[in-house]
């Protein structure tokens, strides 16, 4: 998510990595953020801490990040990125997916999300509303939504929808929210055929999907009545 990148400067990055050097060390600072946010939690993540299992010096580290709320925006940024580049991706399936193929996209990348990395992305998500980069995901939905506004709008006369951009924002918001939780208290269910079942059973009746009448065969009666009726 390009968009995002500039914010950095704005909540507390010093200054932008230009060489390769400098890029990798970066780099090792964010993935050694990671880290030790997954294995002891916020509370034991330091800047000292950092420097030193990245192996460099606390003051290397000062001169991108002036403190450990910044490395975690920037970790925040990074998965989002990742996020962003998949959705694209999805986006551009859906163009010609039809009715089931893109209710089933729609249901794996929610699902996909929550399961890629999951104990980190587990860990970040307890610390976003305290961190106040709630709107860093909420830019990741957006993009998400306005390809499934066109998706839909192409396919509303198979849909009971009226309001594509608003189905579209209700329905990406309602499977983050139960991913995400999904994630949070009960991660084993995002593995599970049957939840996927569900999800997939919740969209498709929000969606008021038409399916065409089935061709109902003609009684035995009746069908006796009309061979009488050519033999006659």
Known sequence: MRATLGSSRQNGARKQPSQARSKALVDALIQTTARILLRDGWQALTTNRIARAAGVSVGSLYQYFPDKEALLLALVERIADEMTAHLIEVGTSLHDASVDEGIAKLVRVAL?????????????????????????????????ADALAEWLAARRDELDVVDPSLTAHILVTSLD????????????????????????????????????????????????RRRRTRTT
């Open 177 to 224: 929210a139960l991913t995400d939780h999904t994630l949070l208290f009960r991660p084993e269910l995002l593995d599970s055929p049957r939840f996927e079942r569900e999800l997939r059973a919740l969209v498709t009746g929000y969606l008021g999907v038409r399916r065409p009448s089935p061709v109902q065969p003609c009684p035995p009666r009746e069908r006796s």
């Open 112 to 144: 996909d999300v929550s399961r890629r990395d999951a104990p980190l992305y587990r860990a970040v998500l307890v610390e976003l509303p305290r961190q106040g980069t709630l709107e860093l995901f909420d830019r990741v939905n957006r993009r998400l």
